[in-house]
């Protein structure tokens, strides 16, 4: 199931769920849904007695990573290291506890010196990696008026100005510590969870990738969607004249290539009272629009929550390799 | 991003689907993604013509032992299986930026940092 408990089904189940699953993407984003050979392969993956699936020799992807390690035992260069020496990823993150720019802005010497220590004793690709988390910017912690508490209270205008002077602060924010990556040997920068306070939110990353690849026009630019929907928290936020509130993964992957990230990450919620059939069925119907269109590479996120996987901290391993297969096998996903 | 949470995670997807990392050349495609933007079918291609095999052998662990130590391109840190001639890390990351014609920040970095240096100058 979404929340990762085991259920046991049936093939007709099986085949019913994925079937509601494609269907219900297609009515929500305004989507094709799967073709019919796409969802009976979907249920010889989902059907599978084995514990483990897999793709088919030669059709691996590349994996990226929200922050390597947990940070909680011995130094965050050995997370890198066992990521990349005895996990065997294919890239590998730096990333602080307090997973944001806003923080890390502060920081940002002493994270320059582990990048520049990591990058001397590691192989694979390096990034850094933290989210945008535009509600940061809001008081009492924050320097600008707090858009939840003055939307209930009808002063839109008010809320709108405050959140168009946090894009501005994190944009800034975002461009510095790329900056700072950079400077310190970076292979890249992974914005996390975009769009997770709104169409602020992403309007923020978007300016600050912009930014970026205008300085730096070699340095890696991940940019991972927070949920598959951009909330309408101001409304009337627009860039290159498109509106992003409400956009779905294709407008938000148009834009990110646009604004010039190299890699984009969608990020489509799992329902918890669904089985994992359901959800990668729901999944992939939502992101497959973008692969035919994406001239950047398309790296599914499924992590806890997302991509079909269960949220749950320790998704059951059956759970985990199916949405692996099935985002390989019907998308053709460049990376997971 | 794709694979974010860790407890295990990463390695549920590295046995499904995952390249491999230094065990192949899963690094090496990862750097074509990041650093120039390709789709994956595009950045195989690129590094399998670098190394002049094939794009499956990309993912095969055992050719692409012999292919890392034999250009260099970095390996596990283990006395067996790198000794003090074999590139690694910072020394690979200077051979996997010629073979792949790919500019990487940090030995950019390296370069400039180590240049030699005069007082006043």
Known sequence: MGDGSLVHLSRDEIRADLEAGTQAAAARAKVPPLAQDELDHLLEIYASPYRVVGVPQGAEVILTTDGSGTQDMGSRLNDLQIYEQVICTDTIELYNHDYSYKAVKTILPYEQTIMRQAQLLTTVPLQYGAMPDLGRYTQPDGPVQNWSELLPLGRFDEARAAQEEAVEQSADDIEFVAEGMVQAGADGLDLDTVGAAGDADFLAALKAVQAIRARFPDFGIQFGMASEFVLGMHGQLEYDGKRLAGLWPLDQLRLAQKAGATVFGPAINVNTGKTCAWNSARALTIVKPCMAEAQIPVHLNVGMGVGGVPMHVSPPLDAVSRAARAAVDILKIDGL | MGEGDTFGQPVAHGVAAGMGGLRTAGDLVARLQLT??????????????????????????????????????????????????????????????????????????????????????
């Open chain 2, 36 to 121: 120039r933007g390709l789709r994956l079918p595009e950045a195989k291609r690129y590094v399998a013509d670098k190394l002049g095999v094939t794009v499956e052998d990309l993912s095969d662990p055992v050719a692409m032992y012999d292919v890392r130590r034999a250009l260099g391109l970095g390996t596990y840190y283990d006395s067996q299986y790198c000794g003090t001639a074999d590139p690694n890390s910072i020394e690979a990351k200077f051979h996997i930026a010629d073979l792949l014609d790919l500019p990487i920040n940090c030995v950019e970095r390296f370069r400039r940092v180590s240049a030699p240096r005069r007082m006043g100058a």
